[in-house]
T-cell receptor, first 113, second 113 residues
C-alpha cells in the first residue's frame, strides 16, 4: 500500500514569495491533516479536512496560509507571502476516519531566506 | 491550550543502557500516543494507550499511561543504535469528526554504539 506522498521535498524561497505544497493521502482515507513542525518542536496542526470539508483550521494563519482539498483526495497548502518564521517542515497526514491511526508523509522542508 | 511537556529534551546514552522518557500534562486526554520520528521522515506511530494505568509492551519498549490519564512514560531496555530518533507523545481529544491530536516537543534520543 502506497504511503502519503508529498512534494516538493525541499524548497528555498525568499521572504514575501509564495510557495505551494501538494499532498496525496493514502487511498480511501477520508481525513487529511496538514501539520507544521518547526525545528526542535513537535508537529502543530494547521488544518484538518474530512473529505473535502474543513473540520478544524483554528491554528491556520489565514492571512497568509490557505489550503484546499477540492475533490476530497489530493490537497494543496499555499503560503503567500512567506515570512522567515514559516521555515519549517510541512507534514501531510491521513487517516481512514478521524480517530483512526494517522499516517504521516515524509514532509516538505521549507526554508525562507 | 493543552500543553504536553516532555522530558528530558535531549538524551545521549551508550548501547545497552536503559532509559525512561516522560510526557506530562495538566489536562486529561481520551488517549495518548507515542511516535518515533527519524531524520528526514514523518512520525511513525508506536503505540496508543487508552485506559488509566495501562501498560503496553513493544519488544524492548514499555509504555505506561498514568492513572489519571494526564501523563505517560516510555521505558527502553537495552537501547540499541536503531532506537535513535525523536520520540513524540501526543494527547488525543475526540469529539466526533473533530479528533484533535496535540504533540509535545519530543525527546531526541541518541544511542551510541
Amino acid at each position: 500500500e502506497a504511503g502519503v506522498a508529498q512534494s516538493p521535498r525541499y524548497k528555498i524561497i525568499e521572504k514575501r514569495q509564495s510557495v505551494a505544497f501538494w499532498c496525496n493521502p493514502i487511498s480511501g482515507h477520508a481525513t487529511l491533516y496538514w501539520y507544521q513542525q518547526i525545528l526542535g518542536q513537535g508537529p502543530k496542526l494547521l488544518i484538518q479536512f474530512q473529505n473535502n470539508g474543513v473540520v478544524d483550521d483554528s491554528q491556520l494563519p489565514k492571512d497568509r496560509f490557505s489550503a484546499e482539498r477540492l475533490k476530497g483526495v489530493d490537497s494543496t497548502l499555499k503560503i503567500q507571502p512567506a515570512k522567515l518564521e514559516d521555515s519549517a517542515v510541512y507534514l501531510c497526514a491521513s487517516s481512514w476516519v478521524a480517530g483512526n491511526t494517522i499516517y504521516f508523509g515524509e514532509g516538505s522542508w521549507l526554508t525562507v531566506v | 491550550t493543552q500543553l504536553l511537556e516532555q522530558s528530558p529534551q535531549f538524551l545521549s546514552i551508550q548501547e545497552g543502557e536503559n532509559l525512561t522518557v516522560y510526557c506530562n500534562s495538566s489536562s486529561v486526554f481520551s488517549s495518548l500516543q507515542w511516535y518515533r520520528q527519524e531524520p528526514g521522515e514523518g512520525p511513525v506511530l508506536l503505540v496508543t494507550v487508552v485506559t488509566g494505568g495501562e501498560v503496553k509492551k513493544l519488544k524492548r519498549l514499555t509504555f505506561q499511561f498514568g492513572d489519571a490519564r494526564k501523563d505517560s512514560s516510555l521505558h527502553i531496555t537495552a537501547a540499541q543504535p536503531g532506537d535513535t530518533g525523536l520520540y513524540l507523545c501526543a494527547g488525543a481529544r475526540s469529539g466526533g469528526s473533530n479528533y484533535k491530536l496535540t504533540f509535545g516537543k519530543g525527546t531526541l534520543l541518541t544511542v551510541n554504539p
